[in-house]
């Protein structure tokens, strides 16, 4: 909560692990100043390539996204004017994603948003 408040970073949510199942992974490497930024995209690619946290399911006409987009849908959106959910989603997902990701997005336009849960870690 104090780092996404103080550096305003969506990506902060793919490089720290909150001990559920379906969370980030822990980076393998500590978090460097002058390499921050190359480090937080590499842990966002590497989230959004698990297909429990990102899928494109054009047969059913939905994408699925795990619940952090959905319980911090603002933090993707800082420096927009849109309070869309949909739109913030895409627009961030858009900036971040590779081809032909990013195409396969802009293809499902009026797919449905779902959200899947994070499962704890079992004790």
Not at 30 to 54: A, C, P, V
Request: positive net charge.
């Amino acid at each position: 909560s104090l780092i996404r408040r103080r550096f305003e970073e969506p990506r902060v949510h793919f490089a720290l692990n909150c001990a559920s199942i379906s969370c980030p992974r822990r980076p393998t490497e500590e978090f460097r100043g002058d390499r921050l930024g190359d480090q937080l995209t590499r842990e966002t690619k590497n989230f959004l390539s698990q297909h429990r946290h990102f899928e494109i399911d054009m047969d059913k006409g939905v994408v699925r996204l795990s619940s952090i987009f959905d319980w911090y849908t603002r933090d993707f959106g800082r420096g927009t004017k849109t309070v869309n959910r949909r739109a913030i989603l895409f627009g961030y997902l858009s900036e971040i994603l590779d081809e032909p990701e990013r195409s396969a997005l802009a293809a499902c336009a009026v797919c449905r948003l779902e959200f899947c849960a994070l499962r704890l870690v079992s004790q």
